[in-house]
């Protein structure tokens, strides 16, 4: 037909590419406006209230150009057989969906704040930036490309990640418990602590390895090393299962230290 015709040479010329685009980092700005102190009467939320409003209506009307061009699912070249077309529906659909948000929580005396949670997701409408600039095009699919090896990469680290794990339960779990209070000098065990009454507490170190989580929450710290010194002197000091941390034993020490000095080398 004439209307689609007329859509295909407007969609295809690189003036409405660089228009929209010029709208997405008008929308951008826009986005970077806000902040919670606005009044809800002011001006400027009454700006970036319109300019939302704005901003969706140019990026529903160019989706349902491109639409009228290209068929929604039906041809070769039909809309959603394009990834980037794909995203940036989803991205006016949730446009859409805070101009409702919006409309319905200033017309309403009842909180929506589930819905309002949703709105969060106007924030990803930079990405519509991605399909329209070759170079980030590029970068994207090269990244998307190279998940594979990526994986298999991550797959062996995670596995290190379990075995280690589970050596760390086996050699820490529930050893990392100590007495807290003005004066443990005296302390041994669990029970001299909990005689001693309040303030003393016989708490757990938090990062630990005490079970299967815990210890991969702990390995994650060390193979970041921030943070992991920490963790080092605690595993060093640690003696048993519910007993109070002693500086230091030599013998058991060593095999901390080993233990910790692999991982730290392993997963630099």
């Known amino acids: 037909t004439r209307l689609r015709k007329w859509c295909a040479k407007v969609t295809s010329n690189k003036a409405f590419d660089y228009t929209i685009l010029f709208f997405i980092t008008l929308n951008c700005i826009t986005l970077a406006m806000e902040r919670p102190d606005i009044p809800n009467d002011s001006a400027e939320r009454q700006f970036l ?4 409003y704005i901003f969706t209506f140019i990026f529903l009307v160019e989706m349902i150009a491109k639409v009228t061009a290209k068929s929604l699912l039906i041809g070769r070249h039909a809309y959603l057989k394009s990834g980037w077309n794909v995203m940036d529906g989803i991205l006016v659909a949730i446009s859409l969906f ?3 948000v919006t409309i319905i929580d200033s017309s309403s ?5 589930i819905l309002r949670v949703f709105r969060l997701l106007r924030t990803l409408r930079p990405l519509r930036v ?5 170079g980030l095009k590029l970068v994207v699919q090269t990244l998307l490309s190279s998940l594979r090896p990526i994986g298999n990469i991550v797959l062996i680290c995670c596995t290190f990640f379990v075995i280690f794990g589970i050596l760390g339960v086996q050699l820490f779990k529930g050893t990392f418990y100590h007495c807290e209070g003005p004066d443990i000098n005296d302390v041994i065990n669990k029970t001299d602590c909990m005689n001693k009454g309040q303030p003393y507490r016989w708490i757990n170190a938090k990062y630990n390895f ?3 989580g815990q210890a991969l929450m702990a390995l994650f710290v060390l193979a970041s090393k921030d943070g992991w010194v920490n963790i080092m002197y605690t595993g060093l000091d640690a003696v048993g299962v519910d007993l109070q941390v002693i500086v230091i034993i030599i013998i058991y020490a060593n095999y ?3 233990f910790l000095l692999y991982i730290i080398i392993i997963y630099s």
């Open 256 to 258: 901390c230290s080993i």
């Open 109 to 113: 005396r009842h909180s929506f704040g």
């Open 49 to 52: 209230t319109i300019s939302n």
């Open 98 to 100: 805070d101009v409702g």
């Open 210 to 212: 005490d079970n299967l």
């Open 130 to 134: 991605i399909s329209r600039a070759p």
